[in-house]
């Protein structure tokens, strides 16, 4: 079974008690109309690349502390963003998609690892 990091960015903007607390966080964030996954094409703008982002569109309950540390300001009907290349892909791998508010969950538990599946499934009940 794979040992995950419980440290994610450049500047550990995402930092995790432990794989329960990561796995009950990726549930949190299959929380349909309150997240969505993007890349922005920084570089379009003359930055020196993109930038993998979760767009909080609402300040949900019961937010998990990694998630508060992380934020930045939001623009328009984002209300903060979460900037972290290193977790966004994670989440892809899980097989979270990017550019939409509605995951597939039944894909995603899919490939939780069954010892924090039940870690999992309270972050998205919560």
């Not at 993109?50 to 992380?70: C, F, T, W």
């Not at 597939?104 to 069954?114: A, H, K």
Request: proline share 4%; glycine share 8%; charged share 20%.
């Amino acid at each position: 079974m794979a040992n995950y990091n419980l440290t994610y960015g450049k500047k550990s903007q995402l930092e995790f008690q432990n794989e329960d607390d990561l796995f009950f966080t990726i549930g949190f964030l299959t929380k349909a109309d309150t997240f969505m996954l993007k890349w922005e094409h920084n570089e379009q703008q003359g930055a020196w690349g993109s930038e993998g982002r979760i767009h909080v569109l609402q300040m949900p309950n019961n937010y998990p502390a990694p998630l508060k540390s992380a934020h930045t300001k939001g623009v328009g009907k984002v209300q903060f963003r979460i900037n972290c290349n290193s977790f966004l892909k994670l989440l892809q791998d899980l097989g979270f998609v990017r550019n939409t508010k509605s995951q597939n969950l039944q894909t995603i538990r899919s490939n939780i690892p069954p010892k924090y599946k039940a870690s999992f499934d309270k972050g998205c009940t919560a």
